[in-house]
């Protein structure tokens, strides 16, 4: 019962700020914080830099708050048509004076589009489009802004008709929330910036490797290495990635990890674990360069290993329980 | 008194009826998985010996051929069967059986047969050596086929199960089986030919013979104690192990781990010299609040304060809490990936959590040739782009090239409608080394 009590207050106050949140003044123009955005970069405030770039056209993509390749290339166009001293890709100070003053940016919107998992874009001119509302095809070709190019101390921009219309926060606020009490957890959506992992936004992964390949090696080192010190997970990564190379061994992730008696945890169904984090951990490093093995292809432990033929094998080093080796 | 006790009789019999047909049930769904288990090694395996066959086949037609224009394709098919043959093996348990001289002869196979597909026969036909090493390459193959053909009557005339043997590898028992005698006769004498591959560059080409040599004094395990704690600032409380790496090492090396009450690291440091050439420190993150960029700022500081001053940032990416930087060799405008260093920055606090840079010290010392010059410009190269890539950068750049050699290159950077690619354009005669697709984000599945 007085859980029940507390959850009903917990929700009765997240409703009660959303609702203050939702009239509160709409503020476009103090975006941003203060870093400089570059490559690879993600967050809150790349999702804005998408947003406003694709207000005016230089960003086609999905805003998914990932700094790649093609938000790269819109803000390097952006930089240019501009003309703004450097075209490098940095978002710095400049740069984010220059898109403040050229467009607008309504952050509780896009947090809610993000939220739900929508497919949605932010354009200024044909306004925002998120799949229930039918209508035009966002407007194609890179690099048109609707605006000639500016000098620095750029004229400030008047807004563009039509966006205003559409799609003010405080209608998009579903009504008669408050009356939803009884224990279904009505959707309120979080007004903290969102974690990683929310529906429509995007990770960075290394090239070449999927989260899931990521998720099946953090799975085998788990099950492997559960108990050696954090650079031997690191090693048993390394000698999963090492196999792909080697061509004596398969060429994928899960053909070196299921190859039959490859991997004893794999054998007797440890694998199937959920992996900690600091599996997935070791996972990464291993793949984003470091390599404790040695540049190793085989493990074991020599307190069970059973095969003679693997003590013949040169060795490298030894990690906790682990002696690697080629 | 009669009664209770026939009531005991028949709930005791209703049990142990029940009793059989849950263990009958139990046993039969056992066998079905064991039997399936079993079917799949028996493919694989009688694939395999199919596999060689056909390749034996196949090496036999093409010695026989004439005409470049069928040799091609022949080629392009070994090269496809030999990576069938090689999947097949990798589904066998024979992780624990010699068996890797086999692989490495199917890989032979394999890796001539893609080299000779992909160049122009007309103009460049089979030399007498490489004529050579493919007569070689068939008598190997014969013996191979005609052991595993033998392995293979044997399992079906004796009907030998592929479970019984995994369960004897597993199980380390005593070795007297046919298949696994039938095997290791197969090994040997795919040892026999182990000689010939280095003579035709057929084995990954190991660059230069030229030693990876270090500055400095030796270090003794003391030495390493000292630099470790010197360099992680660490006090006389910290936990430390040093250790030193055995005979498979690319050069001698001192591992060093410690832990002190929030940190748990791990450094390599060479015996020669004593450089920390890469290391992990892990604790547990705070939420990131330095940005991306600063924490490049402090990787590079560090590697200017290490004398890595000649590198150039090629790539930057963020993981949640973690930024990681690659840096490349870079000298006389030219980049050199092979030379690369990964710099590990926590995005808590901005403090460096990892460095490796064990491919820059082994690639730049066993350089043996330096002397990359450019004959063509940069607008001759980009003719050699596809016409509808949008150029947008382009930089010279070393690489190593699919048959491990490093060429001097041309990268482009550009842009097909939303898509990005890099392209690396040979700087000598304008061929298209290699073309990626350049991706970084995924969505999140969830």
């Known amino acids: 019962m007085r859980r029940k009590h507390q959850i009903s207050k917990i929700i009765m106050i997240l409703t009660l700020c959303v609702g203050i949140v939702a009239f509160l003044p709409e503020e476009t123009s103090e975006g941003f914080s203060e870093q400089v955005i570059q490559k690879g970069a993600t967050g809150d405030d790349v999702v804005e830099l998408q947003s406003r770039l694709q207000y005016i056209g230089f960003y086609n993509g999905r805003i998914d708050g990932v700094y790649g390749w093609e938000t790269y290339w819109a803000v390097r166009n952006f930089q240019e048509e501009f003309g703004l001293r450097e075209v490098d890709g940095l978002v710095g100070d400049h740069t984010k004076d220059m898109l403040i003053r050229a467009t607008e940016y309504d952050e509780q919107w896009i947090r809610e589009q993000l939220n739900q998992g929508r497919d949605f874009t932010h354009y200024g001119e044909q306004g925002r489009q998120a799949p229930d509302d039918s209508g035009t095809q966002p407007p194609s070709g890179e690099g048109a802004p609707s605006q000639p190019p500016a000098e620095e101390g750029a004229p400030e921009q008047a807004p563009q008709p039509g966006q205003d219309e559409q799609a003010d926060p405080g209608e998009q606020q579903p009504e008669g929330q408050e009356g939803t009490f009884d224990g279904d957890v009505p959707e309120v959506p979080e007004q903290e910036e969102a974690p990683e992992g929310e529906q429509g936004e995007a990770v960075n992964v290394p090239g070449g490797f999927s989260q899931n390949d990521i998720q099946l090696m953090a799975q085998a080192v788990y099950a492997e290495g559960r108990g050696e010190p954090y650079n031997g997970q690191v090693a048993i990564a390394g000698v999963i990635l090492n196999r792909i190379e080697d061509p004596e061994f398969p060429d994928t992730i899960s053909g070196i990890i299921f190859e039959p008696l490859a991997f004893e945890a794999v054998d007797d169904g440890q694998i199937y674990m959920e992996p900690n984090e600091q599996a997935r951990e070791a996972v990464m490093d291993a793949i984003n360069g470091w390599d404790p093995s040695g540049g190793a292809t085989y493990y074991f432990n020599p307190d069970t290993a059973t095969s003679d033929w693997i003590w013949s094998r040169p060795q490298i080093k030894r990690i906790g329980k682990h002696i690697f080796m080629n | ?446």
């Open chain 2, 1 to 446: 008194m009669g009664a209770v006790r026939w009531i005991i009789y028949v709930v005791l019999l209703v049990g142990m009826i029940g009793a059989l047909v849950w263990g009958y049930q139990e046993q039969q769904e056992k066998n079905a998985v064991l039997i399936k288990a079993e079917n799949n090694y028996q493919r694989a395996f009688h694939d395999l010996s199919y596999r060689v066959d056909t390749l034996n086949e196949k090496i036999d037609t093409v010695l026989a051929m004439n005409a470049p224009d069928n040799v091609s394709p022949q080629m392009t098919d070994i090269w496809k069967i030999t990576s069938e043959a090689k999947a097949d093996v990798s589904q066998l348990p024979l992780t624990l059986v010699p068996f890797n001289k086999t692989e490495q002869f199917l890989n032979n196979i394999g890796e001539f047969a893609y080299r000779v597909s992909i160049r122009g026969l007309d103009d460049d036909p089979l030399s007498d050596d490489e004529l050579n090493t493919l007569s070689q390459l068939q008598d190997q193959s014969n013996e191979i086929r005609r052991d595993l053909r033998t392995i293979q009557h044997e399992v079906l005339s004796e009907g030998v199960r592929w479970m019984d043997v995994e369960v004897m590898l597993a199980t380390n028992e005593p070795r007297e089986d046919s298949i696994i005698n039938g095997l290791q006769t197969v090994e040997r004498n795919a040892e026999s030919y182990d000689t010939f591959d280095d003579s035709v560059g057929l084995s990954s080409a190991e660059r230069g013979d030229k030693e990876i040599e270090i500055d400095g004094e030796e270090q003794t395990e003391e030495d390493i104690r000292e630099i470790i704690r010197d360099y992680f600032e660490l006090d006389q409380q910290a936990e430390l192990v040093v250790t030193e790496t055995g005979e498979g090492s690319v050069i001698p090396m001192y591992n060093a781990s410690f832990d002190t009450e929030d940190l748990h690291g791990y450094a390599e440091i060479t015996r020669q010299g004593g450089h920390v050439l890469s290391y992990l420190l892990s604790r547990d993150l705070d939420e990131a609040n330095v940005s991306l960029h600063d924490g490049m700022n402090e990787a590079q500081q560090l590697l200017e304060d290490l004398d890595f001053d000649d590198v150039k940032m090629v790539e930057s990416i963020q993981y949640d809490k973690v930024g990681v930087y690659e840096f490349v060799h870079e000298q006389d405008d030219i980049l050199y990936y092979p030379d690369s260093i990964q710099v590990k920055v926590a995005l808590d606090e901005g403090d460096i959590i990892g460095l490796t840079a064990k491919d820059y010290v082994f690639n730049e010392q066993t350089r043996t040739d330096r002397e990359f010059e450019a004959t063509l410009s940069e607008e001759e190269a980009t003719e050699h782009v596809n016409q509808s890539l949008e150029v947008r950068e382009q930089r010279l750049a070393v690489i190593e090239n699919d048959l491990g050699e490093e060429v001097l290159t041309y990268e482009i950077l550009g842009t097909i409608d939303s898509t990005t690619y890099r392209v690396f354009i040979n700087a000598d005669d304008g061929f298209e080394e290699r073309v990626e697709r350049l991706k970084q984000s995924e969505e999140v599945y969830s």
